[in-house]
Nanobody, 125 residues
Framework: QVQLVESGGGLVQAGGSLRLSCAASGFPFTNPMGWFRQAPGKERELAAAFRWSGGSPYYADSVKGRFTISRDNAKNTVYLQMNSLKPEDTAVYYC???????????????????WGQGTQVTVSS
């Protein structure tokens, strides 16, 4: 049974930092993982993700230079370090596991088979 357990969200002032964690179990940890976010009234968007190719991670333009995705294979855990947070980063953040199906698109939520429960990040101005 696949389980993705997220932690690390919270309330922070603009300019602050948070680190999100996603502990994974029940699937091959070799599948790429990513962090999506969804703000109220907006579509779910990919913030950062590893690629099947193993190249440099993907970052949305809005988070480049501020967010860093990393993984600890020994702990089956993926992290999202978020620095210089802005009020517009406020959202529910979800970790997700990329599907092994052919033809998936990195930034498309439907290309991810498993999702965590989400963790709220609120950045105050």
């Amino acid at each position: 049974q696949v389980q993705l357990v997220e932690s690390g969200g919270g309330l922070v002032q603009a300019g602050g930092s948070l680190r999100l964690s996603c502990a994974a179990s029940g699937f091959p940890f070799t599948n790429p993982m990513g962090w999506f976010r969804q703000a109220p009234g907006k579509e779910r968007e990919l913030a950062a993700a590893f690629r099947w190719s193993g190249g440099s991670p993907y970052y949305a333009d809005s988070v480049k230079g501020r967010f860093t995705i990393s993984r600890d294979n020994a702990k089956n855990t993926v992290y999202l370090q978020m620095n210089s947070l802005k009020p517009e980063d406020t959202a529910v953040y979800y970790c997700a596991v990329r599907s092994g199906r052919p033809g998936t698109v990195l930034t498309d939520p439907s290309s991810y088979d498993y999702w965590g429960q989400g963790t709220q990040v609120t950045v105050s101005s």
